[in-house]
């Protein structure tokens, strides 16, 4: 400690960290409640069109603008009761910290320190370099630069509040860097891992590549001059080498987790990323990061019917955490560089234990309004896995009732007499066949007695045009015998026309 004048140096040095500690935990506990629960994100469904919600918060008309007739609101605000009881068991979102101390005793309250983690799992860090803050000029097409100091102080933090209490003994765990399609920051991004107590951590590093679809990027991009990047570089750091299960990708069956590829994804395009007015943006994402040098890309900023603009430019795709999760075994998952909640959502549907670190106290609480609005509409979505039959049959109300009351009609039903349907309608009746004249004993008798008989030839059987085979004689007997055992007697008439 004599020989550093550092203040954050200093802070992190026994015993001045512990007397820190406690001075910390002394304040929570005599700091009055806020009146308003953190994290509750539902309101009353009868919400008055001058009632200003705060930024957590969300109401039931926003989500049922319109409830079908018939609909009680109630039930529906339960349903989104429990939606968000599920929100606030698997997600929590902490703002930014000056130091890493402090960013460390928010994360203790979380589940990065208080996940056990099952067998063959681990915790994973994921830091995206290129949604951290917003360049100070042209956001739309430039990447902002990278802050070391930024991923140095998650580090420390993220191993200060694991430490002994998550019951891993690997406090590094898995830590994810995407560098922003920046080659060349290896040196950079490794010079971060650096312990609090200021030494260099060990760590073990793989380089893995994100691949993008072609189509996706040019979504993203108005003017395009030469080749296409679609590879991103992944950094991954562990303590002693990456040690993983084998298993197949989540989304390519023909590769396995033990490959260095990741993907190919497709990003969402800028008119589908969650979108807010300029001035909530601006206080939501503080102070943009300046960036130096003439941009060589000079492409209008695209511009929205609703004057809104993106959280971030350049977000994430949730098939990417998805891939994330699932290839690497993520117990439980560190969002460093949290922008619009797309990591939230996969997580909270498949039930893993997530923090976001979000870049202000405002972007947290507008974070959580906007997690809890994508699961409600997917919950509407049958092929979600948080999908909610009865909520979905309730939404549907009475017009569900209506179109399935026009698809049954009566059955109908044959008339034993003119062959007609029950109801009566003649209409749809079938005509009936005619009859075929009925052949009598004595008309047989003149068809096969009276004529002289022939010799019988051996003759080959053809086949018509329609494939079937031409009676002999023997059948044309057969046939006359049984119309002589079910006619009988015919009238004279009958006869007169037999002889004939």
């Known amino acids: 400690m004599k020989g550093t004048t550092d203040p954050e140096e200093v802070s992190n040095h026994s015993p001045v960290v512990e007397l820190l500690d406690a001075i910390y935990k002394l304040m929570q506990a005599e700091a009055p409640e806020p009146e308003v629960e953190e994290g509750d994100s539902v309101v009353a469904a009868d919400l008055d069109a001058d009632t200003v919600l705060a930024d957590h918060e969300v109401a039931l008309k926003q989500l049922v603008p319109a409830p079908p007739e018939g609909t009680s609101t109630d039930e529906l605000q339960e349903h989104l009761i429990a939606l968000q ?10 703002p930014m910290s000056n130091t890493a101390r402090s960013l460390a005793l928010k994360l203790e309250a979380t589940a990065v320190a208080g996940t056990a983690l099952r067998k063959f799992h681990h915790a994973v860090l994921v830091y995206d370099s290129k949604v951290l803050g917003e360049a100070s000029s042209h956001a739309h097409v430039r990447i902002p630069p990278f802050q070391a100091a930024h991923l140095k102080t998650v580090v420390q933090a993220w191993i200060q509040a694991r430490g002994k209490k998550s019951g891993d003994e690997d406090e590094l765990g898995i830590v994810l860097v995407l560098d922003g399609f920046r080659p060349g920051l290896e040196s950079s991004i490794g010079a971060a891992f650096v312990g609090p107590d200021g030494k260099n951590l060990q760590k073990n590093r793989v380089l893995f590549s994100v691949k993008y679809t072609e189509e996706s990027l040019l979504s993203r991009k108005q003017l395009q001059r030469g080749l296409l990047q679609q590879v991103e570089a992944c950094h991954c750091f562990t303590t002693d080498g990456l040690a993983l299960r084998r298993k197949l990708r989540l989304f390519n069956d023909k590769e396995s987790n033990m490959a260095s590829m990741l993907g190919e994804f497709a990003l969402p395009k800028h008119e589908d990323l969650w979108r807010v007015a300029p001035d909530v943006k601006k206080e939501m994402i503080g102070c943009k990061i300046l960036t130096g040098g003439a941009n060589p890309n000079k492409v209008p900023k695209p511009v929205f019917g609703d004057g809104k603009e ?3 430019w350049h977000c994430q795709a949730e098939t990417f955490f998805a891939e994330v999760t699932h290839s690497f ?7 460093a560089t949290e922008t619009d909640g797309s990591c939230a959502v996969h997580c909270v549907k ?3 234990p997530y923090v976001g670190i979000a870049l202000t106290q405002k972007h947290a609480d507008l974070l959580q309004a ?3 609005t994508r699961l409600w509409h997917d919950s509407l979505d049958d092929k979600s896995p948080i999908y909610n039959a009865s909520l979905a049959n309730l939404l549907a109300g009475s017009e569900k009732k209506k179109n ?6 009566p059955k109908k039903t044959r008339s034993r007499r003119g062959g007609a349907d029950a109801t009566g309608d003649e209409s749809t009746a079938e005509p009936k066949a005619k009859s075929k004249p009925k052949r009598t004993k004595d008309d047989a008798n003149t068809t096969t007695a009276d004529t002289e008989p022939q010799p019988k030839k051996k003759t080959k059987k053809t086949k018509s045009k329609k494939g079937a085979q031409e009676p002999d004689d023997a059948e044309i007997i057969a046939q006359l015998k049984m119309l002589e055992a079910r006619d009988g007697d015919g009238d004279e008439e009958d006869q007169g026309e037999g002889e004939e």
């Open 310 to 312: 993106p959280v971030s």
């Open 329 to 335: 075994y993520a117990g439980v998952i560190l969002h």
């Open 370 to 372: 906007q997690v809890l």
């Open 85 to 94: 009881k599920k929100v606030k068991q698997f997600s929590k979102f902490v």
């Open 350 to 352: 498949h039930q893993i």
């Open 404 to 409: 399935e009351g026009q698809k049954k009609t």
